[in-house]
């Protein structure tokens, strides 16, 4: 039953990473290891699960009937598994959250490290990326989203609502023009995402105020930020990140404040595990607490 297992679980690695060094990276295996276990169930299974083209592993026909199979067996293990460890321990085992950078670089380091220290026998992985993260690849096992998905099997929550400002540090204030209106801005140098790489619409801050010249781009809002602070010009900041920039200073509050929306995003399958939803109701309990705290913290900035 064990090895049965186990070539599912390989199974599934390269049908969610495409390639078998994906697989590898995600298993910790070898990639031709990886290659032979695959071989050796596609013999046992008397079918072809991948076509096999310099793109990577894409599923067959047979593969790609297989894969709601081995996702159910992938469930039952994980019931199987919680079910036997019983419900009033701690958490324990990996989870892993996929965030847009701001969110992961800002808000979730220390929402995760309070949930961690209250259970130590949890892993916490935190998977910042600048683009939407794919749960049906089991890129990670809940993601945080800044506008909620439409399409797929997915249970969408909720967190809270967020709030940013146009900033700039008080030695670019102090060294410019000052600026006391919206159409100030287009004498200034401006931060702001690469346009062809804005993942979300809720992002596109810029083309809401007009301004199509923006000599500072990066599709990592950590760098855009790192720009602001370091003096180089003007952007839109999250509200919660401005605590770790004391030099920062928001400006024309009354004309420019965007609220936005963090929504929890999970596999709908995950809802049947008590584990999933105890660390989900932690997760979304110590954001909303923790954003409050930080952004009360910048009302005077």
Same mark, same amino acid.
């Given at each position: ?6 070539? @599912? $679980? ?7 990473? +495409? &390639? ?12 031709? =290891? ?11 299974? /008397? ?19 297989? @894969? ?42 220390? %929402? ?14 935190? #998977?910042? @990326?600048?683009?939407? %993260?794919? *749960?049906? $690849?089991? +890129? ?9 998905? =439409?399409?797929?099997?997915?249970? %969408? ?6 709030? @940013? ?11 410019? =023009?000052?600026?006391?209106? #919206? &159409? ?13 790489? !804005? ?17 500072? =781009? &990066?599709? &990592? %809002?950590? #760098?855009?930020?790192?720009? !602001?602070?370091? /003096? ?19 400006? *024309? ?10 929504? *929890? ?6 809802? $049947? ?29």
């Amino acid at each position: 039953m064990s090895d049965s297992w186990d070539d @599912l $679980r390989i199974f599934l690695a390269v049908a969610r990473g +495409e &390639s078998l060094s994906a697989a590898g990276r995600l298993l910790r295996m070898d990639p031709a =290891t990886v290659g032979r276990r695959v071989a050796r169930l596609e013999q046992s299974m /008397g079918a072809a699960l991948f076509v096999k083209s310099p793109q990577g592993y894409a599923l067959s026909e047979a593969g790609a009937r297989m @894969l709601r199979h081995a996702e159910e067996a992938e469930q039952a293990l994980s019931l199987a598994s919680e079910a036997v460890r019983g419900g009033a321990e701690g958490l324990s085992g990996q989870i892993r959250i996929g965030a847009p950078d701001g969110c992961a670089n800002f808000l979730l380091p220390q %929402v995760c490290a309070a949930i961690s220290a209250e259970n130590p026998d949890l892993e916490v992985q935190i #998977v910042a @990326l600048p683009r939407v %993260v794919n *749960l049906s $690849r089991r +890129e990670a096992d809940m993601a945080i989203a800044v506008s909620a998905p =439409t399409a797929g099997r997915l249970a %969408v929550q909720k967190i809270t609502d967020y709030r @940013l400002h146009l900033a700039a540090s008080k030695q670019y204030l102090a060294q410019n =023009t000052p600026i006391r209106a #919206v &159409s100030d801005l287009h004498d200034h140098r401006i931060t702001g995402y690469i346009p062809d790489m !804005i993942f979300d619409k809720e992002l596109d801050y810029l083309g809401e105020l007009g301004l199509t010249q923006v000599p500072l =781009t &990066s599709n &990592s %809002v950590s #760098v855009q930020f790192n720009w !602001i602070r370091q /003096g180089a010009g003007v952007g839109i900041v999250h509200d919660f990140a401005l605590p770790s920039a004391p030099d920062l200073r928001r400006i *024309l509050t009354d004309e420019v404040s965007l609220i936005r929306s963090f929504y *929890l995003v999970r596999h709908v399958d995950d809802r $049947r595990l008590e584990r999933m939803n105890r660390f989900a109701m932690a997760l979304v309990d110590g954001m909303r607490a923790e954003l409050a705290r930080l952004e009360a913290l910048c009302l005077n900035v």
